[in-house]
């Protein structure tokens, strides 16, 4: 089973100990905060009150038998970029680090962070996507310029299958599934004689700018 | 295009605000804090000085011609429940909340905000996955016990054709995409004569419960 130490428990931090929990990961828990980790210690395999800033309580720790440590201080960017470099230091194999700023995760990764969390700046550049056009239903980048998209289909669409649409090479995107509005958005993995029909939203993958030329389409 | 009104310029705030206003939406940012909006008036459309618990000052900004207003506020939750209670009785279209524990993501919804935000909650859970299991590069959560997982191929697929894995029937699963390792994880779409290597990762999707059965398989 993995081993996680998460070192400071903002939300994030908590979320993410509880939920390696409850998944059977082994989480060890640490904060400097006597209620938060009070909080927490009944959910976690350990819960350690230290300062994550002090070298030596680092390395008492022995976190370079972890799989995976996760930073995930607060407000100040200084003890997240000293624990960061205490931690490589000692030898733990993977670092993820949660950043407060943009030059902030720069500076983290410059110091060897395998891994940077930006829940602010990711959720809020997600619903931006979706929120700009309301016909996409969502939007998820998978990273390298591709995406997954859910969007209403286009007109000329409706009442065809999914195989007389050729939609791999007709619109360089590929269905993966389709969603049916009518039976609470149900997710379904279509068959190539799947008819589309107004009730369904599609979700497709496909490189970005190959999805942006489908929606030019639905304007 | 679309207009959307941002309400309080904590980080998620800002970069959604940010972000908006590059895909092409028309946005006004409100927050109380002149900073804030100095910071951010050359990104935006229009930026007000504004209390967000002044039901008059939110009735002048006129924000029901909005398509979407986000309430991103900080701290309290007194502050962001007032707010949306005031947007609905605005007669706001869409009221979408940023939410700061999950008591308060629930008080947001019965009070009828539209859509609910949690990104350190959201961000928590997704990383949790990937750390949980590292044979999962990626796991997305895609709504209604559907979800997208990238993973390092079995022993028994490689060598074999898509076509010949036959995924959907036999693992209940689809692959929508590979990614090459050797080509910085360059994304294909696969055509079903497409020959799995040590060398991919497959980009799958299917109901939670389907995926896990797939994991199960590779310990
Ligand atoms: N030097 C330190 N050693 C150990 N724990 C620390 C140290 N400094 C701060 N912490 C802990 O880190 C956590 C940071 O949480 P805080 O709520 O301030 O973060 P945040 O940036 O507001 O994140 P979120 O929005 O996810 O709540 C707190 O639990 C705090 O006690
Ligand atoms: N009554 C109010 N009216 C308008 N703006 C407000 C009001 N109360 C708070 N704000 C603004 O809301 C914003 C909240 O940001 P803050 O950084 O405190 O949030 P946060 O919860 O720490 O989120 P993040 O982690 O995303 O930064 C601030 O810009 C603040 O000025």
Partial sequence: MAQIAIIGLSSFGYFLAQRLSE???EVLAVDNNRERIDKIKNFVAKAVIADATDRKALERLELEEMDTVVISLGEDIESSILAAFYLKELGVKKVVAKALSEDHARILELIGVDQIAFPERDSGYR???S???PEIVEYIPLGKGVSLVEMNPLKEMIGKTIRELDFRKKYHCQIVAIR???EGEKVILPEPDFVIDNDNILVMMGRNED????QKHTR
Same sequence: chains 1, 2.
């Fill in 23 to 25: 998944l059977g990961s």
């Fill in 127 to 129: 619903l931006a996507i």
């Fill in 131 to 133: 929120l700009n056009q």
């Fill in 180 to 182: 049916l509005k009518k």
């Fill in 211 to 214: 999805l942006e030329n489908l």
